[in-house]
């Protein structure tokens, strides 16, 4: 028996700018309803999830504003680059992420879209509260201080 080569995994869009933006309160892993025109373009790695965002409508996740380019070998029926997409979640997460969202005044912002080992797509989404300015610029701070710091321990060794 020939074995079957493994699927790429690994990671395929990541949002950098989202952990900038804004301030991560809860991390979650979902699955994603793909086409195999999707599948076949994320593998090629040419996605973005920079300005998308995920919101809860009729009882369902659903992923807007992700761009997942037109897989060129494919025929007429290739999918079109910036459809809403479903994300699958259990029951009580949906709960927990709409009542975060509706309540607290939380936003739903996707970190990254990823191959697991079995070849599944998934994407991992945060609950996340946006930052303003000042707090951005303590942050970059304290990330600048934490950098001097190692460097000076490191010269210390």
Known sequence: ????PKAKTGIVAE???ARHNYSIIDTLEAG???TGTEVKSLRL???TIGESYAAEEGGELWLINSYVPEYLQANRN????KRRRKLLVHRAQLNRLASAVNRDGMTIVPLKIFFTDRGMAKIEIAVAKGKNAPDKREA???KDWNRQKERLLKDNR
């Open 140 to 142: 970059e701070k304290q």
């Open 1 to 4: 028996m020939a074995k079957k």
């Open 45 to 47: 790695g040419r996605s």
């Open 15 to 17: 949002n950098r700018k």
């Open 32 to 34: 994603m309803v793909l």
């Open 78 to 81: 290739n999918h079109e680059p």
